[in-house]
């Protein structure tokens, strides 16, 4: 596959061509097969996600001045995504009124990132204030200096998440990248992998979701669900961090999350990686567990190719391949464009929908953009810096 020709003349394409708002600012990401918007809330995650995406594309990928574009229309708009209390809505409607907040703080992390790379793109100062403002506010969750809303009460369920954490370091990578406060990101980030590497996510057998908050393994449905996807997606953010800083526990750490997470997410029947699993084969609780989802096969092939560049085994080129040949095969749609995004376990197509508040130009478009990278230089570095 010629990755950095399919991101400029199919991914990204299709998304500027049918998502940009062009009367509110914004993006859609409610599309369907062909790219017919059928739905007009917005996904406030996709502003800061596609405002990272087009960013991105811009300053590592191509200079094309649609991207910057649809960059600029988009960040024009994250101010209409904020509430009084500094937060985001989780959606909006077209021209940025709330219609949903949630006690998660993602859409403050993707608004980071999202300026951080405009910021990189523009130099604007403005633009790297809102950044830092968007970061401030979701860190300030992550820490509790905020309180948001516990999940479950905590008196009686008491779990700690590996998603945030893994979120929170990457955004703090991105953050890293613009050169300013490096100091204060790289603090951050190593408080981030530390707490993945040695707080109990990682056991034997796989990586957990959840974790007693004293760093143990609870026997309940919580307790024992795997994640494949975020599992493979945490090991390159962790392998990444290990190849910028010079950390060798962290690579060899992610080499082994691979290996334990591939037998566990890997449908050896019909190819791909499903949903969830429970780590003693319980049966899982998600009624989704064995569907195939676009995002953890982006993040699976990331993390393998990192890992055979990086570690040198020909197991992951061989997993990396066979992946790379199923993905092409069942979640490409060569006549539309773009990607399905949901597959039945058999691998036939859920829904035809090319977006929704989930689903938008982030994963796929990171995906491809890595590659690229990885096709010229053959590493990662040249991506994250």
């Excluded at 506010?137 to 779990?159: L, Q």
């Excluded at 197991?315 to 993905?327: F, M, Q, R, S, V």
């Amino acid at each position: 596959m010629n990755f950095k020709k399919e991101l400029i003349g199919d991914i990204l394409k299709f998304w500027l061509k049918n998502a940009i708002d062009q009367e509110n600012g914004g993006i859609y990401t409610c599309l369907d097969k062909n790219g017919r918007i059928y739905g007009t809330e917005k996904s406030v995650w996709f502003q800061g996600r596609a405002l990272w995406a087009f960013s991105k594309a811009y300053n590592i990928i191509d200079k094309n001045p649609e991207y910057l574009r649809a960059a600029k229309k988009i960040y024009e708009f994250l101010p209409r995504c904020e509430d009084t209390d500094g937060r985001m809505f989780f959606t909006v409607t077209a021209d940025g009124r709330e219609l949903q907040k949630r006690r998660y703080y993602f859409s403050e992390t993707f608004a980071a990132i999202g300026c951080a790379e405009l910021y990189k793109a523009t130099g604007d100062v403005g633009v790297l204030a809102s950044a830092e403002k968007y970061f401030n506010v979701a860190y300030e969750c992550f820490i509790g200096v905020r309180k948001n809303t516990p999940k479950f009460n905590p008196e009686n369920h008491r779990f700690k998440a590996l998603s945030p954490v893994m979120i929170m370091l990457s955004t703090a990578q991105v953050m890293r990248s613009t050169g300013k406060a490096s100091d204060k990101y790289d603090a951050i980030a190593k408080e981030c992998l530390d707490e993945i590497l040695h707080s109990g996510y990682i056991t034997e057998r796989g990586v957990l979701e959840n974790i007693s908050c004293k760093g143990e393994f609870v026997d309940s449905p919580t307790g024992r669900i795997v994640n494949p996807g975020h599992s493979l997606e945490a090991a390159w953010f962790i392998m990444s961090e290990g190849i910028m800083t010079g950390n060798e526990e962290a690579i060899d750490a992610a080499g082994k999350i691979i290996d334990i997470t591939l037998p566990l997410g890997l449908d050896k029947v019909h190819g791909g990686i499903i949903a969830f699993c429970d780590i003693n084969g319980e049966p899982p609780v998600q009624l989704e567990w064995d569907m195939k989802l676009w995002w953890p096969q982006c993040e699976a092939l990331i993390a393998l190719r990192l890992a055979y560049l990086t570690l040198g085994d020909e197991k992951y080129k061989t997993a990396y391949e066979d992946l790379l040949a199923y993905t092409e095969k069942h979640f490409c749609d060569k006549e539309n464009g773009e990607w399905y995004g949901y597959l039945h376990y058999d691998n036939t197509v859920s829904t035809t929908l090319k977006g929704n508040i989930f689903k938008g130009p982030f994963h796929i478009p990171r995906f491809y953009m890595i590659m690229s990278v990885m096709d010229e230089t053959q590493g990662i570095a040249e991506f994250m810096k």
